[in-house]
């Protein structure tokens, strides 16, 4: 394992390679649930060498924005599931900008915006650590799947805004979420 305090131009080249990464939160209660969601779609940014973003998509919860909403604790992991073994996770504090909002509006030009498109999750990195992946397999990206984007057409705008009302707007833990608190 080594440790750096910020991305190296080999990190964020890496990054940039990645076709999945993982995103961990957890709330501050012992007994809350700890949250790991992978993350694809072309939705990583890197925007320093100590600071990144990435744009939600709609999914069944919203657990990273309320546990950054109660501590701001964030960590990414991407894998090498090509070439040379390879584990890179980012450790940070974040931040959730919703819809419509200023800061939404400025990062928001980064990505190809999406109708499930439902905030921007923006982290200040303080460590980066890598190791060695040796036990990680190797895997071949065959593409993106297509299903969300399918499913947000599907429900529309107005459909949209009702799923994360119902769906989105507190945690499993009942941690109440940004995007809870637009609705």
Avoid at 76 to 104: H, N, Q, T
Avoid at 146 to 162: H, S, Y
Wanted: charged fraction near 20%; hydrophobic fraction near 35%; proline fraction near 6%.
């Amino acid at each position: 394992m080594q440790v750096f305090p910020s991305m190296s131009e080999k990190h964020q080249a890496f990054i940039k390679e990645q076709q999945i990464y993982f995103v961990g939160s957890a709330p501050l209660s012992a007994d809350g649930h700890v949250n790991l969601s992978p993350k694809g779609v072309d939705s990583f940014r890197i925007l320093g060498p100590n600071r990144v973003a990435y744009l939600d998509l709609t999914g069944s919860g919203n657990e990273t924005s309320a546990h950054l909403r109660e501590n701001g604790r964030i960590t990414f992991m991407f894998c090498a599931f090509k070439g040379a073994p390879l584990i890179l996770r980012l450790y940070g504090r974040g931040e959730v900008a919703v819809r419509d909002s200023v800061r939404w509006h400025e990062l928001l030009p980064l990505f190809d915006d999406h109708l499930g498109s439902r905030q921007i999750i923006i982290a200040e990195i303080d460590r980066v650590q890598t190791s060695c992946g040796y036990g990680v397999p190797f895997f071949d990206y065959v593409g993106p799947r297509e299903t969300i984007f399918k499913w947000a057409n599907a429900k529309g705008p107005d459909g949209l805004e009702t799923y994360w009302a119902e769906s989105n707007a507190t945690s499993i833990d009942g941690l109440p979420t940004p995007l809870g608190e637009t609705r």
